[in-house]
């Protein structure tokens, strides 16, 4: 029986900005709508664990990270524009 493919995301958020907040409610309704138990999503907050961010590369929130399934894919922005967002993760067959 095959599992069905485990999508992971990390996404870099500057606190309770809005445009971080708004990132991760497009990326909650994304995965619920597309990735239905089949996604986990880490939030870092960039203000608690700069180090961290800087480390990884981040220099502008809201950063999204697809870590898996390979290639990872980076997209920065509040993820509104759904379709783009499918296509930038590989979900392309996903899009209606």
């Given at each position: 029986m095959n599992r069905p493919v485990?999508?992971?995301f990390r996404l870099y958020v500057a606190g309770n900005a809005p445009n971080s907040a708004q990132a991760l409610a497009n990326l909650g309704?994304?995965?619920?709508a597309h990735l239905p138990?089949?996604?986990?999503?880490?939030v870092?907050?960039?203000f608690r664990e700069p180090k961290?961010?800087?480390?990884?590369?981040?220099?502008?929130?809201p950063t999204l990270i697809k870590?898996?399934?390979?290639?990872?894919?980076?997209?920065?922005g509040?993820?509104?524009n759904t379709q783009p967002v499918l296509w930038a993760l590989g979900l392309e067959a996903l899009v209606p």
């Open positions: 485990l999508f992971k309704a994304l995965c619920r138990d089949r996604h986990q999503i880490e870092v907050d960039v961290r961010a800087l480390a990884d590369g981040i220099f502008m929130t870590l898996a399934p390979a290639p990872i894919q980076t997209i920065v509040t993820l509104s």
